[in-house]
């Protein structure tokens, strides 16, 4: 279904698709409004990809029920609110992209307990808040960028482990944050990227 010209809204029905296992709209930019909490009622479904669409509003908490789910990715839209704190229920999810949106809010200590996730996307948002230690609890993660947001503080120790003891290759978070794993500023950019040292 993805790059093709479908516009408008997801209709509830697509909650009656109780066998789907991957649904992928990427790129369909006239597709509009929020995304149907009945998406929720899809069991089976293990992959969500709604990059680079027009929709809005907040991210439904329904989507935590889905216990297989583990791609969810939601780049390039309009959501705004809070992140779900439920989200934290999907044991399963291996990746998760909700860049480039108008989030706010903290990013939810919940996500700690998303203990089988590699690739951590929050970038490009207006997160405020302390990035939460509970991360340093995802020993498989591999990629955490949560650069671009207004987040404050700095980097949990713990969380800078992860590059000696784990898995994590990638991180970028923005020069205001304190970061001793981190690098020097990109040049002409605000963003600081694992490697040598944030000033």
Known sequence: MQDNKFVGHFPTEIGLLTHLQTISFQNNNDMNGPIPTELGLLSNLEIVNFNYLRLNGQIPKEISALSNLRKFEVYGNTFSGTIPPEFG????????????????GIIPPTFGQLVNINDLRLDGNDLTGDIPAELAGLAKMEKLQIAFNKLEGGMPQEICLLKESGNLELLRVDCSITCDCCGDCETGTELCSMGTRCR
């Open 89 to 104: 229920q999907l044991s399963s999810l291996r990746r998760l992209n909700l860049g480039g949106n108008s989030l706010t």
